[in-house]
Each structure stands twice: as structure tokens, then as C-alpha cells.
RNA sequence: GCGCAAGUGGCGGAACUGGCAGACGCGCCAGGUUUAGGUCCUGGUGCCUUCGGGUGUGCGGGUUCGAGUCCCGCCUUGCGCACCA
């Protein structure tokens, strides 16, 4: 039998935490009070003078692995703030659901062979038990699942209102642009009253057309619209993906598989009318710099120009006069299909060096190169341009097809070498009549801008290189400062030279001037006009797999989509024999999507009512699931009202909860209106662009069409950093079980007898390094758990795991314990005299910092002063004074929660601490009485005097200058003397 | 290649506007408790040192009475972007 049987150990610990989170439960402590809704209770949000607060995490997928030791970190860091304000008096919302939907859950499922459904549900039971297990203060009726349907019911009603919208480009936006989404319905009305022209002009009003012609016209303007496109085909998947979901590489983000373009037809999102916006409301947010950039650059906005190359007709390849490009848009060609095509439109964001435009690039997949190219070279054709081809069709043929056999990996395997070969045309520079031959070369991408590029080498190093390539003239248009290499392109800023006609000069003028000048005259030509493109594309929403929210869209027998009536939502997903998609070899490019749905005949085929009078008809389902990130495009919306069965979410508690604040963000521009959101959004940057990019889109589409008050969903996001942890290798580098290895006393690491190599990296199965949090509770509580986890260092910076080096916070509650509770006898210890002086004024001194630290997030400083205080009452040897130590319970009560609430109770309070007042500190208890006042010699420490905190600085300097030291150090006397009272004091010898 | 962060003891990390570098924790060392080991407790711990002191925040310069902190030039690591016209 132990002599300690009340010492704090990992048992005692374990069971006062279960303890606890029954309690916690059983009460309803975390239970946030909501205006409106369903469970609206306005007298328990009165309660809360001190406003409210809304944190959060990143929603989280349930993963069949369970949880590990990084998983937690951010979940922890959330319930301290949380904790901290409930503490402060605000009504605090804070809990956590499941993104159960999703690729991997199929995965696991079909290798296992069962259903989804039935390890996404054991999978969220784990985790839900480790979860609870870690003493997080959620709000427990708000855990959403996104597999329920009555969540996904939502999801598609979401869906329906972004597909039954459209974009109005002049509509005036509450943040005093133009631009807002309106409902489909509105554009009918305007059609059908002739508010808006019809775009068909021939004379026949709405009411005149049929309803395939009323639909394309409207399908064509939607928000959601099925388009015939370049999409991203990965048959290790079976399914399509989006642009977000494709890596670098050039393949898929889940599974690492090939993705091969392909033309398909398929759903896309028109995220790209928020491109703006969405740009330009980072500047309303609170987000780290580095993902603002990430998003900005993903939306990729380009100002600058199109202007229209006339094609010139085929003849020799030289330059001639100015005549051709006076006479008008298009070169006088006698071939039909080339007096169709006005000329070669590019985007340039350098309309200011038009004038050394001297040839053109288009990309291998531009329509225009089968109209372009001639029967035979044209006179002059240099060896080098043709590839070594006989014709011009059989050169641009044989570099398409080597171009299109090409994967991204291999383009990006060659470098930035230029190859290409020419067209055998020529168009006609707008500015100077210039006749410039038509390329077709690889560096210009059919994606960005129009697929077609003046190339101005002067000015450009890709079109440099090009030039020099292929022996192609280059003429500087800006002059470069004196010192520039002559063999290099110059980019920057300076006076444009060579750059006039008879009509406009630009002479002389910098870049941005010479844009505007050249612009405005293009525009005046008819030749071109100013414009902006934006690398971010609309975003592919359809996946052909199984585990998704299904699609609430039929079609009838003409092929019209039409949206499932919200009475008749959620369309359930169906209980499929086969759900497995059909996947193909990953290499096999040419496959076809399936989608699992489709082969649910019964399901497909469905009789239904449209409310739109014509009665039931049957119909075609579409068999499509949404992107895993539908659902958690909006999660954060459902937790304010989750039970809500007639909105997604009651517009008072969306408003109470999310509304815009009085003061913009820090940074945001003068005058900004704040954006509301979530007041804490916390979540590893890996979802920069996606779940962010997309979260923002569905929000802003739902503030436009009325129903949020806020338009940003997140005001401030917090990007954690990770927990990493020691992987090792073998000689043949393959992980090998980290758990078993042993450290030498030399440094060196053996795993069974042999050297394996040490690497961070994080946790997870493919290193063998995984470290489950039930370890942690088993071996030394939750509490310790998350007091190492908050301890390490700050929230932002990835960290390595050590799990030797969590004993240290096990001992700082210890000792905590061991301040309040007798370990023989279980008795309390505290004793109830005064605080002597100096005790006070640590305790403050501490109350203030860990204020200051909580509130900024900073809890491994805030530990650090925790443990300072408490060793500090430790070594009292008078007694543990409660006046002290239930300030240090409190304060201690965010991170370590069970603790704290235990010894608050044993201290005798019988109400929980969650809501008992945050320690204030007093301010005349803040200054320190004496200080330790450094006297230095030219700035070097020689010296230390103990003086009174509120010495004068005369004073301070008389005193020093009387010291030993400082008379020996200044035989000739004093030059100067620093004084910054209290603290220095430096003194600089003549 | 371009852009952005960050480099501080054996390790994770502290250090407000330039003002005692290394808080706090791990590890290590010594002592105590214990039958022993472990736990726990107390003290010490940047490096060098002739014990006076010297030296020290990636490297090299600079500004300053004084630089981890500011400026210039490098190096390294991490992250992002990568023919985006």
C-alpha cells in the first residue's frame, strides 16, 4: 500500500477527468444559448453582458486510424480560448462535427467490404470517444454529421439556390461595388417583361419560345451550369476532379493517381464570378499574409488588355508595310473559314510594348491553328521554324501530338526550353502594320488569358528566349537603365521607345502611362480594350462516386435540368447493392466516368410533381455526387441551428452569431464595412485553397441572395502549425516501427540490432510513427496531455513530438495538486492567512501576463508564468495561502480543465468553475517594489544595484556614478551617462 | 528561377517599443527520500577559463552609449508559386 494513495497520478487523474466530463455532460455546462430557433432561450443570452464569441475548428474527417497526438493541438488550443472567454463572461459557441462524406471512407469500405455508412459510423464513434476523453468544452447537440439527411437536406437546398441564381454584373453589392447573385426567377421576370432584351434578337418575345429555348438561354446564365470542358479525369478514382484537387504533379491529392485532361461534359460551380470579390474582401479578414497571398495568387487577377491581331495573308515571310493593318479587322484572305475569324485575340498585361511585338505564340490546343495554316512554307521560311516537316499542317500536326503525349511532369521535366514550330501564317501587329509570323509552341497555355500571345521578346524572357531560339526579331520598346545586359530581356519600368505611328506615340512615357494611352487608343480602333482575367477557374463539382450527397437535380426528356423541389428534399442517397466506383487502371487515360448511382435503374428513373403545373412526369435523376467539400462548405452555418427543420439556419441566430462587428479587423482599409464571421477560426494552412477558397464562394453567394448577414464566413483564421514526430529508416529507406527503436548512448538509433536513420515527419501510418492520444491518457491523463500540447512552443510553429518530455507538465500539477491536497491523507493543505507582499505582487504580476497571453493565443508563454507562480507558492514555507492559490486554479482551469475544476471543488465552491470569474490584476500591485538596476561601462554589465522601482532618474544616475566600479572604470572622467530608471544605467567613460 | 517565413544551449522554446540573452520544460550533473530500481523532492546546468574574467543568438559588414531585435550583403532550412502572357 502506497503512503501517497492521494498523490496525482495518472489513475487519480483518469478518474477525475471521467469524472468531470460526465458532470460536464450531465449539465449541460457547455450548451451555448441561442437567440432564436428552435432552441431559442433570450434570457440565457442576456445573461451574457460580456457579448459573444464564436470559435472554431476546422471540421474534421473521421479517419478509420483514429486519432493521433497532432490531431488534437488546434481542438485544444480552441477549448482553452474558449474556456478563457466563457470565463470573461461571453456566451461562447464552440464544438465539433463530422465530414463523413468523402473519398476515403469509400476506399476503406470497399477493401473491406462493407458499407460506408457502416465504418463512417464506427470510425466518428471513435473518435468521438477520444474526443470526449481530451475534456473538450463543446456544446454536445451541436456535433453534425454530414451523412445525416437531415444535414444534407441543407446541402443540396444550398446547391439549389446557387443553381437557381445568376450572376448580375451591374447589380449593386453591399459593399459599394457592383456584382451580386440574384435569383434565377428575377432574370425571368426581366426576360418575360422585356426589362432585359432577349439575347436571341429576332423579334420573338419570352412567351414566344419553346421551353428547351427558355432553358438554354437561363442554363447559360446559372451559377451552377453543365459545360462540355477541359475537365481533370483520374481513372484511379473513376471520377473527375477539380483544378484545386490536382497537384503540381499533375495528380490527384487523395491517392496520388494520374490525372489526364479530358473533354467531358460535366456540373461546374461559377466560383469565377466571385473572382473579384473574393480577392478583394482578403483585405477584410484577418488571415495569416502567406494565405492571403496563396488565395490571391490562385485567383491569379491579371490587369492588362486584349487587343486583335488581324490574320495577314499568306504570302513571304517578310515584313510589309503598314497598309494591310489600316484596312481593317481581317487580312484579305480569298479562304472562307479565315474572313470568318476577325484575327488572332490575345491577352497581353503589357499593352504598352505593342510596338515590339514581333511575333505571335499559340497554344498546340488553340481551334484557330487548323484555319491558319497554308498548304506550303511561305518564301523565306527559316529551317529551323519548320520542324523539319514538309508542310506547315504536317509540322503543327506532329508538335500537337507531341505536345498533347506530353504529361505535365514531363513539360516540367524539360525546363524552360523553348520549342515550337511555325504556323506558316502570319497576323498583322494593330500598331504598325507589321507583318508577324503565328507560332505554335508549348510555353503558351490554352488555359490562361485566350490561348494566344503577342510575344515581345524585348520585354519578356520567355519570348527572349524564343526569339533567340529561332533566330526571331527583337526590338526594345522600353528603354533599359544604363548597365542593363544587352542580352537579356528587360522587364521593368522606363521610357517607351519605338513606339509610335501616325496616330499615337508613346514615346517617352513610362509603363503605366504608355498602357493607359495605347489602351484608350486601341479601344478608339475597335482593335482591342482593356480587361482582366484571372487564372482561377469555375469549379468541378460533380464526382462520379458513391458516398456523396447525390445530386437534387432530374432531367426530362428533352435533357432540361431542373431542381428538385425543396418540399421534396433531401433526394437520400440510396442504398446500392454496388457502391464501389468503377475505377480503371490509373494509367488509362481514355476510360469513361461511371458513376455508381447510374446503375440503380430503379432509382434513376422517378416519377415526380415539379409544382410547375404540368402535374407528375417522369424523370431522370442526375447520377452524380457532390465534392467531398460541399459539405463542409457550409457546417459552420448548421452548428448556430442545427435542429432547425425549416432553415439551414434561423437569419437571428446566423446575425447574433456572425453578424458584422462594430470594427473591422486590424489592417482592414479605412472605411471598411466588417464582414462578420466566425470569431476564431483555427486549422492547418493545407487548406488554403480549397475548403477556404470554397467556404467563402457559397458564403457570399448565400449573403447575396439574402440569407447571412455576414459575408465572409471567417473573420479571423488562425493557421496552426503540426506536431511532427521521429520517423526511421533502414538502409533500404523504408519506415520501420519508430516505437521500437532504441536510442544509444552515443546518439545513434537501432531498430532489432540494425542503424536506422532518424527524420520529423509527420505522424501518421506511411512513417510508422504513430502516437495515439489514448497512450497519453493512459499514461498520464488528459489534463497533462493537453497542458504538453499547449506547452511546446507557439500554436503557429510545427513542433516535434517527444513523449519523454511530457512527465514535465505531469509534475507541474503534481506539484499543483500537492499546493491544495495532502497526498497521505487526502486533507486539504491551503491555509487562510494573508498574501505577504511579494507573493501579491507575483500573483498579479502573473494574472496580468496570462491575460494578455490568452488572449493572444500565446499559452506556452502563459504556462511558463503558471509554473513560475506556482513553484513561487511551493516554496512558501508558511502554508499554501488559498488567496493565492485559488487565482492559480482559475487561471489554470482553460488548459487543464478536470484539475482545476477537482481542486476548485475541494477548495469548497459547489458551482462549476466554467463560468466563475477570470482573476483580475490590480494595477498599484503591479509595479515591483526594488528592481535589480544594471549599471553598464560602455554598454558591458559591470554592475548591479537593488533601487526602489519608482526612483528618479537623477537619483539612479547619482547613485551609479558613486559606485566603485564605475570610479575606477572612469579615471578621466564621464563622457556620458544613459539612464533608463529603473532597469539601466550606462555609463560611457571620456 | 521568383516570392515569403525562419535560423538562439544537447533538445522544444523565452526575451514588450533596441536596454541583465537563454524564462519555462525536457535532458544531463549532484544531493536527499526509498531495501533497490523507478517515482518524488532540493540544488546546479550556454561555451571557454589561469576563477580575475573572456566569449556567445547562421556568416560577414554597418548604425548606436548599447543590437537576438534596426540596415546592407551572403549562407542554410522550410513553405508557397513556377512558362499565368
Not at 486601341?522 to 484571372?534: H, P
Request: hydrophobic letters at 40%; glycine letters at 8%.
Amino acid at each position: 500500500m502506497s503512503d501517497t494513495p492521494y498523490r496525482y497520478t495518472a489513475e487519480l487523474a483518469g478518474s477525475i477527468e471521467v469524472a468531470w466530463q460526465d458532470r460536464w455532460e450531465e449539465r449541460g455546462t457547455f450548451r451555448a444559448p441561442n437567440p432564436a430557433g428552435p432552441w431559442a432561450d433570450p434570457e440565457g443570452v442576456s445573461e451574457h453582458p460580456n457579448g459573444h464569441l464564436l470559435v472554431l475548428d476546422m471540421f474534421p474527417y473521421p479517419s478509420g486510424a483514429g486519432l493521433h497526438v497532432g490531431h488534437p493541438l488546434g481542438y485544444i488550443a480552441t477549448d482553452v480560448y474558449a474556456r478563457f472567454n466563457r470565463m470573461l463572461g461571453r456566451n461562447v459557441l464552440h464544438c465539433l462535427g463530422y465530414d463523413a462524406f468523402g473519398l476515403p471512407a469509400e476506399q476503406y469500405a470497399v477493401q473491406t467490404g462493407q458499407h460506408p455508412r457502416k465504418t463512417t459510423e464506427e470510425n466518428i464513434a471513435i473518435m468521438a470517444r477520444q474526443l470526449r476523453r481530451l475534456g473538450l468544452g463543446h456544446d454536445d447537440r451541436r456535433a453534425i454529421r454530414t451523412i445525416d439527411p437531415d444535414y444534407y437536406r441543407w446541402t443540396q437546398w444550398i446547391f439549389l439556390q446557387i443553381f437557381n441564381s445568376w450572376y448580375d454584373h451591374d447589380a449593386p453589392n453591399d459593399v459599394g461595388g457592383t456584382g451580386r447573385a440574384r435569383p434565377i426567377a428575377e432574370l425571368v421576370e426581366e426576360y418575360r417583361s422585356g426589362a432585359r432584351p432577349l439575347p436571341a434578337d429576332d423579334g420573338r418575345g419570352w412567351e414566344d419560345l419553346s421551353h428547351v429555348e427558355r432553358a438554354e438561354i437561363l442554363d447559360a446564365r446559372r451559377l451552377v451550369q453543365s459545360v462540355e470542358a477541359q475537365v481533370n479525369w483520374c481513372p484511379g478514382l473513376g471520377t473527375v476532379l477539380a483544378n484545386e484537387e490536382v497537384t503540381n504533379e499533375g495528380r490527384s491529392d487523395r491517392g496520388n493517381f494520374p490525372v489526364f485532361k479530358r473533354n467531358l461534359r460535366q456540373w461546374v460551380m461559377r466560383i469565377t464570378e466571385y473572382a473579384d470579390r473574393l480577392a478583394d474582401d482578403l483585405d477584410r479578414v484577418e488571415w495569416p499574409e502567406k494565405v492571403k497571398t496563396m488565395q490571391r495568387n490562385w485567383i491569379g487577377r491579371s490587369q492588362g488588355a486584349h487587343v486583335t491581331f488581324p490574320l495577314a495573308a499568306s504570302g513571304t515571310a517578310t515584313t510589309t508595310g503598314a497598309t494591310e493593318a489600316a484596312a481593317g479587322s481581317v487580312g484579305a484572305t480569298s479562304d472562307a473559314s479565315a474572313s470568318a475569324t476577325p484575327g488572332i485575340e490575345v491577352f497581353t498585361t503589357r499593352p504598352d510594348t505593342l510596338f515590339g511585338a514581333t511575333f505571335m505564340v499559340l497554344a498546340p490546343e488553340h481551334p484557330l491553328l487548323a484555319t491558319l495554316v497554308p498548304d506550303a512554307w511561305p518564301e523565306g521560311t527559316r529551317d529551323a521554324w519548320t520542324g523539319g516537316a514538309a508542310t506547315p499542317a504536317d509540322a503543327v500536326e506532329a508538335y500537337r501530338a507531341a505536345a498533347a503525349a506530353k504529361t505535365d511532369v514531363e513539360r516540367q521535366a524539360e525546363g524552360k526550353a523553348k520549342t515550337g514550330v511555325f504556323t506558316g501564317g502570319f497576323a498583322v501587329n494593330p500598331v504598325n502594320g507589321a507583318r508577324v509570323p503565328v507560332f505554335v509552341a508549348d510555353y503558351v497555355l490554352m488555359g490562361y488569358g485566350t490561348g494566344a500571345i503577342m510575344a515581345v521578346p524585348a520585354q519578356d524572357e520567355r519570348d527572349w528566349d524564343f526569339a533567340t531560339a529561332y533566330e526571331l526579331p527583337i526590338v526594345r520598346t522600353v528603354q533599359p537603365p544604363a548597365g542593363h545586359d544587352e542580352d537579356t530581356a528587360y522587364t521593368g519600368d522606363g521610357p517607351a521607345v519605338n513606339s509610335a505611328n501616325d496616330e499615337v506615340s508613346l514615346d517617352g512615357l513610362g509603363v503605366a502611362e504608355a498602357k493607359e494611352r495605347i489602351v484608350a487608343w486601341l479601344e478608339e480602333r475597335g482593335a482591342g480594350r482593356g480587361a482582366v482575367t484571372y487564372k482561377l477557374r469555375d469549379w468541378l463539382f460533380a464526382r462520379q462516386r458513391y458516398w456523396g450527397e447525390p445530386f437534387p437535380v432530374v432531367f426530362d426528356e428533352d435533357g432540361i435540368a431542373y431542381g428538385v423541389p425543396e418540399d421534396q428534399l433531401p433526394v437520400e442517397l440510396p442504398d446500392v447493392p454496388d457502391y464501389s466506383p468503377k475505377v480503371y487502371d490509373p494509367e488509362d487515360a481514355d476510360s469513361e466516368p461511371e458513376p455508381p448511382l447510374a446503375r440503380d435503374a430503379d432509382w434513376v428513373a422517378v416519377e415526380m410533381d415539379l409544382g410547375d403545373g404540368r402535374g407528375p412526369r417522369t424523370f431522370r435523376r442526375d447520377t452524380n455526387v457532390m465534392p467531398q467539400w460541399a459539405g463542409s462548405c457550409w457546417y459552420y452555418l448548421r452548428y448556430l441551428d442545427p435542429a432547425n427543420a425549416e432553415a439551414m439556419v434561423d437569419p437571428d441566430n446566423e446575425s447574433y452569431w456572425m453578424g458584422p462587428r462594430d470594427t473591422p479587423v486590424g489592417g482592414a482599409p479605412e472605411g471598411t464595412r466588417d464582414p462578420g464571421g466566425v470569431d476564431l477560426y483555427v486549422g492547418g494552412v493545407e487548406h488554403a485553397v480549397l475548403h477556404l477558397l470554397y467556404a467563402r464562394f457559397w458564403h457570399k453567394v448565400l449573403h447575396d441572395l439574402g440569407h447571412l448577414s455576414s459575408d465572409e464566413p471567417f473573420r479571423t483564421y488562425f493557421a496552426q502549425g503540426y506536431i511532427q514526430a521521429a520517423a526511421y529508416r533502414d538502409d533500404r529507406d523504408q519506415p520501420v516501427e519508430a516505437s521500437e527503436v532504441e536510442e544509444g548512448p552515443d546518439g545513434t538509433f537501432t531498430w532489432q540490432g540494425q542503424p536506422v536513420t532518424r527524420e520529423f515527419g509527420k505522424i501518421g501510418k506511411s512513417l510508422k510513427n504513430m502516437v495515439s492520444p489514448d497512450d497519453m491518457y493512459a499514461a498520464y491523463g488528459a489534463d497533462t496531455f493537453r497542458l504538453y500540447e499547449m506547452g511546446l512552443g507557439p500554436l503557429e510553429q510545427s513542433k516535434p513530438w517527444d513523449t519523454r518530455a511530457v512527465v514535465g507538465s505531469q509534475r507541474f500539477l503534481q506539484r499543483l495538486w500537492r499546493n491544495v491536497v495532502d497526498e497521505e491523507t487526502g486533507e486539504l493543505r491551503v491555509v487562510d492567512t494573508p498574501l505577504d507582499d511579494a507573493t501579491a505582487r507575483v500573483l498579479h504580476r502573473t494574472v496580468d501576463a496570462v491575460r494578455t497571453d490568452f488572449t493572444e493565443l500565446g499559452f506556452n508563454t502563459a504556462i511558463a508564468r503558471l509554473i513560475e507562480l506556482n513553484n513561487a507558492l511551493t516554496k512558501l514555507e508558511t502554508g499554501v495561502p488559498r488567496a493565492a492559490v485559488e487565482p492559480v486554479v482559475l487561471m489554470v482551469a482553460p488548459l487543464a480543465p478536470h484539475i482545476a475544476e477537482e481542486l476548485w471543488a475541494r477548495l469548497g465552491h459547489a458551482e462549476s468553475l466554467a463560468h466563475a470569474a477570470f482573476p483580475v490584476a490590480d494595477p498599484a500591485l503591479l509595479v515591483e517594489e526594488t528592481v535589480t538596476c544594471v549599471i553598464q561601462i560602455r554598454g558591458k554589465v559591470r554592475d548591479r544595484i537593488e533601487v526602489p522601482g519608482d526612483i528618479t532618474e537623477d537619483d539612479l544616475e547619482e547613485l551609479a556614478l558613486m559606485r566603485p566600479k564605475v570610479l575606477e572604470a572612469t579615471p578621466d572622467g564621464v563622457r556620458t551617462v544613459i539612464v533608463r530608471a529603473p532597469r539601466l544605467v550606462n555609463v560611457v567613460p571620456a
